[in-house]
């Protein structure tokens, strides 16, 4: 059984920095990619940041490019996205996602396994 459990939310003033972590147990193994996801209350998911674990290539979201950045670390089978110069926007539950497949890394019905999410809350 797959389980993906995010660490490092919090609060920040706006400019400031944050590092989510998504640890990952049972069967990494069969991951293709993993990924970030934010909603706000009363939105959809939307797409922050993925990583395609065999070879290390990075996407994200228009609106985080410059920002962001999406990293592993292989032994420990975690993901983590550093967010910088943050701003009220940002504001959102984020989620750890992870795959199986070869299919688009923005969409989250192609994907396989959810953490539970991680509260970001960036003021003004």
């Known amino acids: 059984q797959v389980q993906l459990v995010e660490s490092g939310g919090g609060l920040v003033q706006a400019g400031g920095s944050l590092r989510l972590s998504c640890a990952a147990s049972?069967?990494?193994?069969?991951?293709?990619?993993m990924g970030w996801f934010r909603q706000v209350p009363g939105k959809e998911r939307k797409f922050v940041a993925a990583?395609?674990?065999?070879?290390?290539?990075?996407y994200y979201a228009d609106s985080v490019k410059g920002r962001f950045t999406i990293s592993r670390d292989n032994a420990k089978n975690a993901v983590f996205l550093q967010m910088n110069s943050l701003e009220p926007e940002d504001t959102a539950v984020y989620y750890c996602?992870?795959?199986?497949?070869?299919?688009?890394?923005?969409?989250?019905?192609?994907?396989?396994?959810w953490g539970q999410g991680a509260q970001v809350t960036v003021s003004s």
């Open positions: 990583l395609t674990w065999s070879s290390g290539n990075t």
């Open positions: 996602a992870a795959k199986r497949f070869l299919s688009g890394s923005a969409y989250q019905d192609n994907y396989d396994y």
């Open positions: 049972g069967r990494t193994s069969s991951f293709y990619t």
